[in-house]
């Protein structure tokens, strides 16, 4: 009798964890992918935590080209001379560590340029 009543104690502790899990994931989903009004989502909360990374990826991704252009629209107003043209290229998945030295090396010239006429020291150099 006390074993079986031992064993429903940690069921239901597990159960509670289990619970407690479920309810933590489902708050990460809802952050990263708001439930719609009027759409029902029939995915369990594993298949949905299976798609945060790609989720986080994408919103990455945006936000990165966002603080980009946004970069870009003052530099070209500030810094009108500044040649951007190898920025303007489209860089392909996959980029070889040498492609991306390569862009690196691009940006950093123009970055040079700019920062050699705002007269403030960049701290890697």
């Known amino acids: 009798m006390v074993q079986i009543r031992r064993l429903n104690r940690d069921k239901e502790r597990r159960d509670k964890e289990i619970f407690d899990l479920e309810m933590v994931a489902r708050a990460v989903i809802d952050m990263i992918q708001p439930r719609h009004q009027n759409i029902t989502d029939m995915r369990s909360v594993l298949e949905c ?11 990455m991704k945006g936000t990165s080209k966002a603080v980009a252009r946004q970069a870009l629209g ?17 860089f392909p998945e996959g980029y070889s560590p ?6 690196v090396q691009d940006v950093g010239d ?4 700019i920062v050699d006429e705002m007269h403030v020291t960049a701290p890697y150099q």
Do not use: M, N, T
């Open 74 to 90: 003052l530099v070209r107003a500030w810094f009108p001379h500044v040649d951007l043209g190898s920025l303007r290229k489209r």
């Open 110 to 113: 123009i970055a040079s340029v």
């Open 49 to 59: 935590l299976q798609l945060v990374p790609a989720w986080l990826s994408r919103c």
């Open 98 to 103: 040498e492609q991306y030295e390569a862009a």
